[in-house]
């Protein structure tokens, strides 16, 4: 199983969502951005880490939600997301095909990568 941070970032009052690359895996579905935690680091500089790679964006890290287990079949993750707010840079995407930033509201209607279905509705519970 791989254990793969993400991060749930508020810049103003919207949620920044990205879009994977035709040849990445899961071709195309949206996620919240992140990667895979590395050996010689913990969740949460793993998650600003790759924030940093791949939208060139700090943020600073506030809640953890719960994680989530899914089985893509060809690999297994285990998906860990935190709650963040936007603290500066440009987006600028090094991977992802595309960004938007929507309102809670419109979360819904993207096409998900299959592990981050609970987190977003964990995420649309809230109340922030
Ligand atoms: N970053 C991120 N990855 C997600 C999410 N949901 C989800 O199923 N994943 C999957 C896609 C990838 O297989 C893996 C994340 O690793 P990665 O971002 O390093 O993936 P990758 O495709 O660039 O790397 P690789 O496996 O091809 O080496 O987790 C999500 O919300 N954010």
Redesign the pocket.
């Known amino acids: 199983m ?1 254990n ?1 941070t ?1 991060a749930i970032i508020f810049v103003d009052k919207k949620i920044l969502v990205t879009q ?1 690359g035709e040849d ?3 071709p195309l579905k949206w ?6 935690v590395e050996e010689n680091e913990n969740e949460i500089e793993c998650i600003k880490r ?1 924030i940093k790679e791949e939208i060139n964006i700090e943020i600073d890290v506030f809640r953890r939600l719960s994680n989530s287990i ?1 089985d ?1 079949g060809t ?1 297994k ?1 285990n ?1 860990i997301p935190f709650l963040a707010n936007y603290i500066s840079g440009g987006i600028i995407l090094a ?1 992802h095909k595309d960004f938007k930033l929507l309102d809670k509201s419109e979360l819904l209607d993207l096409d998900w ?4 279905l609970p987190i977003v509705e964990e995420f649309l519970k809230l109340e922030l």
């Open positions: 791989i793969v993400c994977r990445m895996k899961l996620e919240f951005p992140g990667g895979k790759e899914y893509y690999f993750i998906l991977e990568a299959e592990a981050d």
